[in-house]
């Protein structure tokens, strides 16, 4: 038997509607779509953090590979979180392409030595 214990969100009405009109069409409970709602906000940190990381641990062209698969990587798992993930064909060329606008803007950004 699995043991549950109580936690307390504290919600406008207006946001409680909301969230138990999206609940009942998933057929979820509100108590497991929210706690579904937070699982995916602390793996989109978690992701995001992991993003960081490696940004400040390589440099060069090596790392411009891994930071470009970690980008693809991040963008298919915030797209499949949200449910955007529409036209399977094009997902990967769609990852990719984001990947690369990323890591023009991190160029920009590098200070010039």
């Not at 062209?61 to 991040?74: F, G, H, K, P, T």
């Not at 949200?82 to 990323?102: L, S």
């Amino acid at each position: 038997m699995r043991r549950t214990s109580p936690v307390s969100i504290y919600l406008d009405p207006e946001m409680k509607a909301y969230l138990q009109q999206i609940a009942g069409s998933r057929r979820m409970t509100l108590s497991d779509f929210c706690v579904h709602l937070m699982v995916k906000g602390l793996v989109s940190d978690e992701l995001e953090q992991g993003v960081e990381r490696i940004k400040d641990v390589f440099n060069g062209i090596a790392s411009d590979a891994v930071l470009r698969e970690v980008l693809a990587v991040r963008y298919l798992l915030e797209r499949h979180i949200k449910g955007e993930i529409r036209t399977p064909a094009t997902v990967g060329y769609d990852a990719n392409q984001y990947a690369e606008r990323e890591l023009a803007k991190r160029a920009e950004c590098k200070p010039s030595t």
